[in-house]
């Protein structure tokens, strides 16, 4: 499957590959948006919380961004690459800074935000696969279809503009 896309790389990633936070204190990561046939977008609630947001995760030492992609989505969602269709990749990195509230400060190295380089998914396997139970500790305790630009009004306000450009970004490929 993944041999019929090419995935254009930003070649920062390449330059400090061995690094799961950068120099400038951003964790690598990637965003997932994962849509049903129907253009409908997945939407998951953080386990224990009143939060709702697509999938994501780091981007460990030694790992290209798609093989995190793949460990993240079999990881918080329970699917393979055989049940999804890569349709697209932002061209760049996109960066939020967390709140000053959620940096912690004694932690080495010291993170102020995340590094995403966003996928849009299509799933082409039966809905009934998804299992948030899948990792050893589930991210996520429920899940839901919505409108594609729903989330925009209910993620996280600190995380809203990077959604923003991975949305519009990303829309040519997921509503095609």
Known sequence: MWKNFTVMTPSAFISDASDVIDADGFRHNVGIILTNPHGRVFWARRAGMEAWQFPQGGIRA???????????LEEEVGL???????????????FY??????VRRHSKPLCIGQKQLWFVLRLTGDESRVRLDAGDKPEFDAWRWVYYWRPLREVVAFKRAVYRRALRELAPHALS
């Open 80 to 94: 393979t690459p055989g049940d999804v269709q890569v349709m697209g990749c932002t061209r760049d990195w996109l």
């Open 97 to 102: 800074r967390l709140p000053s509230h959620l």
């Open 62 to 72: 030694n790992e290209t961004p798609e093989q995190a992609l793949y460990r993240e």
